[in-house]
């Protein structure tokens, strides 16, 4: 079994920043992927950005130059540095993470629990 577990959420007015983690907690078990997505009120939830297990990354459009994301192996933690941020990026923000047991190679998508992002003007 494996846990995410986020943290760094708040309330920030517009133009400020936040950092975002998530820690995948557990035995036996490999890393992939990793993820940040988002979701609004009334609306889908939304791929934001993506990082490989070697440090390759994506971004969705609306957040490219402002937002970093970033891994570190040693500590099973993905990051997401938030900058300049806009009241649009008000959403409850959710880690993900495609994991495999290393003794039975099965694969699952981990979630973690949704931490808030408010930015206010």
């Known amino acids: 079994q494996v846990q995410l577990v986020e943290s760094g959420g708040g309330l920030v007015q517009a133009g400020g920043s936040l950092r975002l983690s998530c820690v995948a907690s557990?035995?036996?078990?490999?890393?992939?992927?990793m993820r940040w997505y988002r979701q609004a009120p009334g609306k889908q939830r939304e791929l934001v950005a993506g990082i490989g297990k070697i440090g390759s990354t994506n971004y969705v459009e609306s957040v490219k130059g402002r937002f970093t994301i970033s891994r570190d192996n040693a500590k099973n933690t993905v990051y997401l540095q938030m900058d300049s941020l806009k009241v649009e990026d008000t959403a409850v923000y959710y880690c993900n993470a495609d994991i495999q047991n290393i003794l039975t190679m099965r694969g699952d998508v981990y979630w973690g629990q949704g931490t808030q992002v408010t930015v206010s003007s």
């Open positions: 557990g035995t036996m078990f490999s890393i992939n992927a």
